[in-house]
């Protein structure tokens, strides 16, 4: 099949075409759109990480640290003015059982810009930037603390939801918390204050507990689903990989909390806690890797089953990207604490596929946002009847 340049394919179409006018972009703007934060926020941090010298790579991972900045505030300032505007209509999503899900992805993908500030921003603009990212990681504490207990609290009280229409969408609101804890884990070292920095390791930890054994539990009934009804439908097929988000997700935050919370902990005479942190952080790190590479092989051989079939794009194929993102750089900070090769292969590997489906996933949402194809808010679909 003959392939049309991208260019063609942005002149061939007036800007926005598919909706009746600009406007819609507001008033059709969902949470889905910050899963494209968090899967351009994790490449640039695993670029960062790419165990061997690239010429460029480094260049190219702050801009897009750079890039994603532009987008989260961007996508911020829409759906803020969705609320200002459409606010009838906006309110709707905590009614709908896939959509309000999505709000997890909010704290999730600002973590990702904290953590770039750390690698990308202190060594640009010194450790000025260090009391911003303080500040940004406790209101994205504060976020997926909210997410976490109100959106499973919605689903309980006024959504409708059954076990044959489950997927691992439910696991997005659940994730944020550990998320945060992962941007803690990293902060902590920066802070000058010695209480400052046992605040955030035990808040770390703290938010770890308040994540992983809920989405331990989600992922249980995940698997008695799939086990008892199939595969979801082929809109959803990207989210057979939202599972090895909090998996490997919970391995890199007990790897990096664990690594830094020992010096901690013996600043306040707490030598007993710091002997057993980083055991007790790489014993975990491990025995959650070595679950997140079943759910990894699971989520491959479901995704070839998908494309054999042929599946649509829509703004879920970010679900491809983040999962990945994670366990990439969990493979690699692994390495860094073993030093072994075949993690470094391993996880070098994993950030030139994750790259390439960026690219993928990234084409393709720019040509369906170019085109307004992807504004669309299912929650006021049916809005008249509701």
């Not at 507001?26 to 968090?38: E, G, K």
């Amino acid at each position: 099949m003959k392939e049309i340049p991208i260019a063609d394919i942005f002149a061939g179409a007036k800007p926005l075409s598919a909706l009746k006018n600009p406007k819609e972009v507001i008033r059709q703007f969902t949470p889905n759109w910050f899963a494209a934060t968090m899967g351009t926020g994790i490449l640039s941090l695993a670029l960062a990480q790419f165990p061997w010298p690239v010429p460029g790579l480094c260049q190219i991972a702050e801009g897009l640290w750079i890039f994603n900045i532009v987008l989260f505030s961007l996508f911020s300032l829409i759906y803020l003015a969705r609320w200002i505007l459409y606010f009838d209509e906006a309110r709707h999503i905590f009614n709908h059982s896939i959509v309000s899900m999505f709000f997890g992805t909010i704290p999730m993908g600002l973590a990702t810009i904290i953590n770039g500030l750390l690698v990308f921003g202190i060594p640009r603009w010194g450790a000025d930037v260090v009391p911003i990212a303080h500040i940004l990681w406790w209101f994205d504490v504060s976020m997926a603390i909210i997410c976490g207990v109100c959106i499973p609290f919605m689903m309980f009280t006024r959504q409708t939801h059954s076990i044959d229409q489950m997927t691992a969408v439910w696991l997005l609101p659940v994730v944020a918390a550990e998320v945060a804890a992962v941007s803690g884990g990293l902060l902590s070292p920066y802070l000058t204050n010695a209480s400052s920095q046992l605040h955030v390791i035990i808040t770390s930890y703290v938010l770890w507990a308040y994540s992983v054994p809920v989405a331990l539990s989600i992922l249980v009934i995940l698997l008695l689903r799939m086990a008892l009804h199939k595969l979801p439908h082929e809109s959803m097929a990207a989210s057979s990989w939202l599972a090895l988000g909090p998996i490997g997700t919970a391995s890199l935050s007990m790897l990096i909390t664990g690594s830094n919370a020992p010096v901690v902990f013996a600043e306040h005479n707490l030598v007993a806690l710091s002997t057993i942190a980083q055991g007790f952080g790489f014993m975990v790190g491990i025995l959650f890797w070595g679950c997140g590479l079943w759910w990894m092989l699971l989520a491959t051989f479901i995704t070839l089953r998908y494309f054999q079939r042929g599946i649509p794009f829509n703004l879920g194929w970010w679900g491809f990207t983040f999962p990945l993102g994670v366990y990439a750089v969990t493979t690699l900070k692994l390495a860094t604490v073993v030093n072994i090769n075949i993690f470094y292969l391993a996880g070098a590997a994993l950030v030139v596929i994750l790259a390439i489906m960026w690219l993928l996933v990234a084409a393709k949402t720019a040509i369906g946002a170019w085109k307004g194809k992807l504004f669309v808010s299912p929650c006021i679909v049916n809005i008249g009847e509701s």
